[in-house]
């Protein structure tokens, strides 16, 4: 197992079709990565393309987060990219295989190198920085995973079909800002004062005890009986921070009138017919890449209409900073 992973002849192909023209750039990017990864980020993907595990490709991503965090490169945030981009196309590759395994890969060994380093970087600090182009593009992260979806017979969210669909069609930019624009408008709340994402200069976290800053402000989280306590983490990471939706967006699907979402109901029925039976969380996201690779259905969807009714659906979504453990007590929303 080595380099010749990579599948740069693959990955070449893959980038101009999702919102990528700089090829030359994004691939050295990923060859800068795997520095950053002791030259072992191809051997590490091979084993997770080998064994069909999107779960392990997500803890990859979280893993690869942590670190580009953490290192010293003035040109980290290209790195990161890159990394990001390529395991967009390894995701492809798996689902386009149409084979998923319960196989079970560790990460441990490269987690624990990461989290050795992030150790030696806090050493002697008070508290943690984040600027706000970290928090915000981690934010980002989250919120195009956040497929929604039900086997009741109303409409489904899957954001990830969402983000390839126009990034397929070259409307990349016209994704981003939306969801960009949706990160903005996320609430926090500084005592009982909600404020917005949008205003967001910087994030600290006292290591002490783990208190959550914006912008030198001390910051609140409701729980999962609505009230609110100090934001406070556990292991002083931004992952502990998780988007929050007010209302269940499981209620707000429910509430949409089919007739007035046509092309949403027309993905949804796709998604059904495709599943030949119930929706689940491995099935949703091998049929988001598998759908949109479909340029025969993608040529089905109205772009003009779809844009409509995605913007409809994103001015009915309110969103909230909270800490994990209170939004994993309110469950799926």
């Given at each position: 197992m080595s380099k010749n992973f990579f599948k740069k002849e693959e990955f070449i192909k893959?980038?101009?079709?999702?919102?990528?023209?700089?090829?030359?750039?994004?691939?050295?990017?990923?060859?800068?990565?795997?520095?950053?990864?002791?030259?072992?980020?191809?051997?590490?993907?091979e084993n997770i393309f080998n064994a069909k595990s999107l779960d392990a490709?997500?803890?990859?991503?979280?893993?690869?987060?942590?670190?580009?965090?953490?290192?010293?490169?003035?040109?980290?945030?290209h790195y990161r990219a890159g990394f990001m981009k390529y395991l967009d196309f390894i995701e492809e590759s798996i689902s386009l295989s149409n084979h998923l395994s319960?196989?079970?890969?560790?990460?441990?060994?490269?987690?624990?190198?990461?989290?050795?380093?992030?150790?030696?970087?806090?050493?002697?600090?008070?508290?943690?920085?984040?600027?706000?182009?970290?928090?915000?593009?981690?934010?980002?992260?989250?919120l195009i995973s956040q497929d929604r979806y039900n086997?009741?017979?109303?409409?489904?969210?899957?954001?990830?079909?969402?983000?390839q669909y126009f990034y397929k069609t070259g409307e990349e930019?016209?994704?981003?800002?939306?969801i960009n624009d949706k990160i903005k408008n996320i609430i926090y709340f500084v005592n009982d004062t909600p404020k917005k994402v949008k205003d967001l200069k910087e994030l600290e976290i006292d290591i002490t005890d783990g208190q959550i800053f914006i912008n030198k402000e001390k910051i609140y989280t409701k729980t999962d009986t609505n009230t609110l306590v100090p934001f406070k983490t556990k292991l002083r990471i931004l992952k502990e921070i998780t988007i929050d939706h007010i209302e269940p967006i499981s209620t707000l699907l429910e509430s949409l009138d089919k007739d007035e979402y046509n092309q949403f109901n027309l993905i949804t029925n796709e998604f059904r017919k495709r599943a030949n039976g119930d929706l689940d969380r491995d099935n949703i996201r091998i049929l988001s890449t598998q759908t949109a690779n479909?340029?025969?259905?993608?040529?089905?969807?109205?772009?003009?209409?779809?844009?409509?009714?995605?913007?409809?659906?994103?001015?009915?979504?309110?969103?909230?900073?909270?800490?994990?453990?209170?939004?994993?007590?309110?469950?799926?929303?």
């Open positions: 893959f980038l101009p079709k999702n919102g990528v023209n700089s090829i030359d750039s994004y691939t050295n990017y990923v060859e800068n990565a795997d520095k950053y990864f002791r030259n072992r980020l191809f051997e590490i993907v490709l997500d803890e990859l991503r979280e893993i690869g987060e942590e670190l580009f965090e953490i290192i010293e490169s003035a040109s980290k945030t319960t196989i079970s890969i560790s990460l441990k060994n490269i987690k624990e190198e990461v989290e050795k380093e992030e150790n030696v970087y806090n050493a002697n600090k008070t508290y943690i920085h984040f600027s706000s182009d970290i928090v915000k593009d981690r934010l980002f992260g989250r086997n009741n017979d109303k409409i489904i969210f899957p954001i990830r079909f969402i983000k930019k016209y994704f981003d800002k939306i479909d340029e025969q259905f993608r040529n089905k969807i109205n772009s003009a209409k779809l844009k409509e009714e995605f913007e409809k659906i994103n001015a009915k979504i309110e969103l909230q900073l909270m800490l994990n453990t209170y939004n994993s007590k309110k469950g799926t929303k």
